[in-house]
Every structure is written in C-alpha cells, then in structure tokens.
C-alpha cells in the first residue's frame, strides 16, 4: 500500500484539477479591446471570450442561438456601449451580469451625423448617434480597463489585489502608447487626412488630427464614383494621407496614389490585428501614418 501513495496523490490532484477547470469563470467580451484588457486583468482567473468570427465585423455581427445561449451561461458580459454591438439590445441577457464599460465616460462621447447605408449582406445601418471606436483614444481605455478591473474584483472572479497590480501595469502601458502617439502625431495638425470609413474620430481628437471620413467598404476595391468623389475631397481639403481600416487589392492603392495620397492601413483594433497584439497594433499604426504624412 505504501507504493500506491504516490498514484493516489497524483490522482487526487488531477481530478481536483480537472474539477477546477470545469469551474473556471467565464467572461464574454463584445469587442477585441475589451478581450485583450480583460485578459491582462484577470490572469488565469477566468476565460475570456470574444465570440465574433475573425471574418466578421464585431459591430455588425449577429449571433447565433448558441452564441447566445453561451453569452447568457456567462459570469460576466463585457459591454462597450457607445452604440457597437446593436444586437445587445434585440437579446435578453441578465442584468445582473452586464457591464457597460463606458459608463463612466458618457460625458467623452463624440455624437455623429446620420449616415445609412449597408456592408455586404448586414443589411442597411445607421452611423447616427455615438462614435463607437472608444478604444482608439488609450486615455478612454484606461477608463475601460478601469470599469473592468472593479468588475472583475467585485465578482470575486480574482483576486482583487492581483488585479489592481495588474492594471496599475495595464495603465502604464496605455499611458505609454498615449505618450508615442502625443510625441509621434504631435506636428501633424495641419495635414489633412482621409479616412475610408467612419472609425477614427476619438483617434483623431486626442491628438488634434483633421481627419475626414468616406463610406467605403473594408478592404473593397472603390468604384469609379466612388474614387470620383475622392478626387474632389482631395483637391478641396488638400488631403496627403489615406488611411484604409482593411488592406485593399493593389489597384486600389495604385488609384488612390495617382491622386497624390500616401496610402496606410490601420485596423481599428475593434478584432484581433493579424499576428499582434492591441498595444503592438496600435503602436504600428501611429508609427504608420506618422511615416506617411512626412514622406
């Protein structure tokens, strides 16, 4: 018997651990930034889930019957408010377990103009309201974070201690990343910049950029109308810079070239950059359109 100690310790620890993993929180987050701050703030404490496909955009996506049966069978919901995700208000989820991460910035929020139209097969949306893409400003992350970090400690989903470590750590960076942008942009107040979709405006406020949206699909290749009215926004405003949400085909950035444009592409975080990180894809994009306007 004493030769079997050992297996039955090894077995018991197994099965306590086994046991832990089936207990394991879960949190659901409705965008990438969210993902990415929850998972620096909770450490091994939960799984955090960002249900969206990698070919889907996150504001427009639709879930499922599972998705939402899986949503509601979370611990925690991360909401960003600010209008992304509409199909949080068409679900019934537990009050109890949502979390509007912008709640304490309402007073932040940039109010845009009515603008209709539609993406693929998500049928016609509406721009009017609120600018959703919060995140784009890291002085407003941090105040995510932060709304995250106190769910997350009042859930007793961890450790409190270990979370507020973690996003003194979390700030920092943000603050860091902030301080790049301050330093990088900081001259470019003056150059007249073209975005092709409606994503960039808290970007552009925080460091005092004129940037100018289209309402053109991601990564499409534009129409002769629409490089048409391109061309005359150029001439008015002067515009040097245009910046794509989505990589376009090579014709579509030989066009815009032809017009006298720098062409960057700077995803707005809203899902997983390919191959980086939320901090490492937005350092690339700063570093990205600094280059282009001096060039």
């Not at 405006?201 to 949206?213: C, E, I, K, N, T």
């Not at 289209?214 to 515009?239: F, H, I, M, N, Y």
């Amino acid at each position: 018997m004493k030769f079997l100690t050992p297996f039955l310790v090894l077995g018991t620890v197994l099965i306590a651990a086994m046991a832990s993993a089936q207990e394991r929180s879960r949190i659901v987050a409705v965008n990438y930034p969210l993902q990415y701050l929850t998972e620096r703030l909770v450490g091994d404490g939960a799984e955090v889930v960002f249900p969206v496909p990698a070919d889907v955009d996150p504001s427009f996506w639709r879930p499922s019957i599972e998705d939402i049966s899986m949503i509601q069978s979370a611990d925690l919901i991360l909401l960003n408010g600010a209008g992304f995700a509409t199909w949080v208000d068409r679900v019934s989820l537990p009050r109890s377990k949502l979390v509007n991460t912008t709640s304490a910035i309402e007073d932040a929020f940039i109010f845009t103009e009515s603008i209709t139209h539609s993406h693929g097969d998500g049928g016609e949306h509406s721009h009017e309201g609120v600018a959703s893409y919060v995140w784009l400003d890291p002085t407003l992350a941090i105040a995510q974070a932060e709304a995250i970090a106190a769910a997350i400690a009042g859930r007793q989903l961890a450790p409190a201690d270990e979370v507020y470590a973690r996003f003194d750590t979390l700030r920092s960076e943000l603050e860091a990343l902030d301080m790049l942008a301050q330093t990088r942009l900081g001259g470019l107040s003056d150059t007249a910049i073209i975005a092709t979709h409606p994503r960039y405006q808290y970007f552009a406020r925080r460091y005092g950029l004129d940037v100018s949206s289209l309402e053109w699909e991601a990564g499409a290749q534009p129409t002769e109308a629409e490089l048409k009215d391109l061309c005359a926004r150029v001439v008015v405003s002067g515009a040097q810079v245009l910046i794509w949400e989505a990589d376009p085909s090579s014709e579509a950035f030989a066009a815009t070239e032809d017009l006298g444009l720098s062409n960057i592409v700077f995803p707005p975080l809203s899902r997983l950059p390919d191959g980086t990180s939320f901090v490492a894809g937005f350092e690339a994009a700063i570093a990205a359109l600094s280059d282009a306007a001096v060039e």
